[in-house]
Nanobody
């Protein structure tokens, strides 16, 4: 059974850092596309970053470029999102999603069939 479990969220002050983890089971992240998404109250879910199965290539939303870094540990079958210089507007529930395909990744939620339960990130002083 394919499963994704996020962890690492929490409360952090502006300018701080967090590292989110997305632990996968039932499939291999190396051969899949993985996306990180977030959803703030009253807003639509938006793509933050993604990593492709090939290369791997990575993509970021303009709002997080230079601050967030996505990475993958094939041995642990886990994908990470390192978030630095956090801002209040980064607040939201962060989800990882997977699609077991050999392709370039996508930041479109509809392109993913498998989702984690989400982890809350709150950036506030």
């Amino acid at each position: 059974q394919l499963q994704l479990v996020e962890s690492g969220g929490g409360l952090v002050q502006p300018g701080g850092s967090l590292r989110l983890s997305c632990a996968a089971s039932g499939f291999t992240v190396e051969y899949s596309i993985i996306g990180w998404f977030r959803q703030a109250p009253g807003k639509e879910r938006e793509g933050v970053s993604c990593i492709s199965s090939s290369a791997p290539s990575k993509d970021y939303a303009d709002s997080v470029k230079g601050r967030f870094t996505i990475s993958r540990d094939n041995a642990k079958n886990t994908v990470y999102l390192q978030m630095n210089s956090l801002k209040p507007e980064d607040t939201g529930v962060y989800y990882c999603a997977a699609e077991p395909q050999w392709r370039l990744c996508s930041k479109v939620p509809g392109d993913y069939d498998y989702w984690g339960q989400g982890t809350q990130v709150t950036v506030s002083s």
